[in-house]
């Protein structure tokens, strides 16, 4: 039986003017003429005398999950990842990264520290414990079946025209963006040639697209392009990405958690995209002999034979994997006290953090703590445990200050809880 049929691309075709279709690119046949003369011109493409629409339509292609889901396990098999509970240290990184898992939306995590610190081993050993999702079979942006706020425009339509929609259950991708990577492959493209030539698929989904309902990450975030960090704001802001090309508009949510690694040696990122990041975790070199040679020990056993490392721990591994679906689960019926909020207040504001933010992501991953410890209720333990990640990348930089900005969310602390 064959597979089943699943939009993977957007095609340009002309039609008779008599018909209506969505993405239409020309509201009436004179303005038709003349943006086609233009590309047509500009592309060595000869005119028609016939008057046209262009119009943005789906093509279908075959897709197999019983296929994908093979060849996503191949893939895993060729490429094991280090397990991420055996981690030795950094405690405050992996806290963080186990935090916007559990509630995506503080806002994700920035992550500063030295060289070889394993940074961005810490991040790639998360996949593992992602939890599963639904989304729509073949639907290039992750839709959710059920969140509307999460659905492309056509399963949009689809849901509200009454369709019934494959549904496949799939771990939460993590999507790597390189330092090289171009804006066509972080947003995606339209090739206008190419469509007005073959009339051919024209929209290629880029990065955005894949890291939808998942996480973004992005190593050496402080070398990245200006134009790239830019991008990467607007879609963390409005969880939407729009491609606008040659008269052609085409929009697709991109809501994901952003997370960034980099060394503060190689340069300082810019206060805007700072002030995007959830939360701050630093990193630094572990100083003690004895835990330095468990960690060299443990990564020449993972060198050695990969999956008997990982199936070592496979028990802390799966003892992990259900702490977090239970704090999901549990996350919207964790409380916390009007006395703490006004409290978390006080700090941020003696603190001058411009803006809100700190306020809301200090209450929230104080939930998400609370529920990770298995209780629906947040003490101020919780919120002093989480809250200097939270507000230290948001202080005004003093330079003639030379005490940790870390520190002086914790002192601001101690004096407001008492």
Known sequence: MAGLLAPSSIALFTTPSSTTTKFSLVSSISSGQVWGRRLCGRFGVPLKKERSHFHVINVATEFNPTDKAKKLASKDSQRPVYPFAAIVGQDEM???????????????????????????????????????????????????????????????????????????????????????????????????????????????????????????????????????????????????????REGISISHPARFILIGSGNPEEGELRPQLLDRFGMHAQVGTVRDAELRVKIVEERARFDQNPQEFRDSYNVEQEKLQQQISAARSSLSSVQIDHGLRVKISKVCAELNVDGLRGDIVTNRAAKALAALKGRDKVSAEDIATVIPNCLRHRLRKDPLESIDSGLLVIEKFYEVFN
């Not at 999460?150 to 339509?157: A, I, K, N, S």
């Open 94 to 244: 992996k806290l963080c990264l186990l935090l916007n898992v559990i509630d995506p939306k503080i806002g994700g995590v920035m992550i500063m520290g030295d060289r070889g610190t394993g940074k961005s081993t810490t991040v790639r050993s998360l996949v593992d414990l992602l939890p599963e999702i639904e989304v729509v079979a073949g639907d290039p942006f992750n839709s959710d079946p059920e969140d509307p706020e999460f659905m492309g425009v056509e399963v949009r339509e689809k849901v509200l025209q009454g369709e019934s929609l494959p549904v496949l259950t799939t771990k939460i991708t993590m999507v790597d963006l390189p330092l090289g990577a171009t804006e066509d492959r972080v947003c995606g493209t339209i090739d206008i040639e190419k469509a007005l030539r073959e009339g051919v698929k024209a929209f290629e989904p880029g990065l955005l697209a894949k890291a939808n309902r998942g996480i973004l990450y992005v190593d050496e975030v402080n070398l990245l392009d200006d134009h790239l960090v830019d991008v990467l704001l607007d879609s963390a802001a409005s969880g939407w990405n729009t491609v606008e």
